[in-house]
């Protein structure tokens, strides 16, 4: 068996990549075997950008954002010439088993490389939190702590005007970001994509919300969520929901998109740790010959599920937290 491990970042990056990687390598070692780079994601791949790494190449990186083996797309693996090309990649280098850390796109790549017989182990890693089988994936805890501490910010400046701010925060297709950083942030309205809404009820939830005396109204909407009618309006969701609630109560509105900073920072505490957990497992299930296996945590314990099934799941969003917020914002 090759005692050759490949590990590459692909897709968005996400805080606590390069807590993953250090792990992967030095776990690698670990079991006596060669952690070997491959520089951004399946591009890098098919143009041979590959290295040996060390335990010394990944001091330092623990608490860095983003990732040193940086990530690109690449629309050149989509096709079977492109896959291909990157299969012989790896053969020419020795490289048995690859571990991939990334998002769905990522993922579903890295099952395409398993079809091809390279043995496969992925990491999800998406700020969105968008993958099934796993409670979190890495770099959304960073994503949300930074989205609620703008949410802070916000409050401070609320504070001295009586407005409505309408924040949007990232996810295509998932609510997770709003959500979690919505209740945690204390917003009177969470507005994602997996719920539909009523701007009309938004409004009435703003105006009561002023009767019982609050003097600023903070609303979180997930870039991905439904125009909700208000197309016309034009823009981002954000944009047209904004607007409308201006003409429709007279209130204030700003707009605040927070856009690519919810990707940066140091990752959190949490982040490490997940990042740690499961790129530790990710190297022994590569250890043990496995192949086609995707490592999660849930309800707090480290496991691994068959990557095409794992793939095939929708992941579901928690919507005991959105009555919550509701319940919260309401009285
Ligand atoms: P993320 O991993 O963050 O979801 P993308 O969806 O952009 O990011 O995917 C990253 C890369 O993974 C793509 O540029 C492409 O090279 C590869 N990829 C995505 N989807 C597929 C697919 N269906 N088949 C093969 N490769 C894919």
Known sequence: MSRRVGVLTSGGDAPGMNAAIRTVVRAAIHYNMEPMAIYRGYHGLIRGEIEPLTSRSVSGIIQRGGTILKSARSEEFKTPEGRQKAVDMLKKHGIESLIVIGGDGSLTGALELDKLGIRVVGIPATIDNDIACTDYSIGFDTAVNTVMEAVNKI?????????????????????????????????????????????????????????????????????????????????????????????????????????????????????????????????ELVYQGRSRRMVGEVDHVVKSWDLEFALAQEKQINLDYYHLSNILSSI
Not at 163 to 183: C, F, K, N, T
Not at 190 to 199: C, H
Not at 216 to 243: C, K, W
Request: overall charge negative; proline content about 3%; some cysteine.
């Open 155 to 283: 409050r401070d400046t609320a504070s001295s005007h009586e407005r409505v701010y309408v924040v949007e925060v990232m996810g295509r297709h998932s609510g997770y970001i709003a959500l979690y950083s919505g209740l945690a942030g204390g917003a009177d309205v969470i507005i994602i994509p997996e719920v539909p809404y009523d701007v009309e009820k938004v409004c009435e939830h703003i105006k009561h919300a002023n009767q019982q005396g609050k003097t600023y109204n903070i609303i979180m909407v997930a870039e991905g969520a439904s125009h909700g009618g208000l197309e016309d309006f034009g823009g981002s969701p954000s944009i047209a929901i904004a607007r409308y609630i201006q003409e429709n109560t007279g209130y204030d509105t700003r707009i605040t998109i927070l856009g690519h900073i919810q990707r940066g920072g140091a990752p959190t505490m949490r982040d490490r740790l997940l990042a740690s957990r499961l790129a530790y497992h990710a190297v």
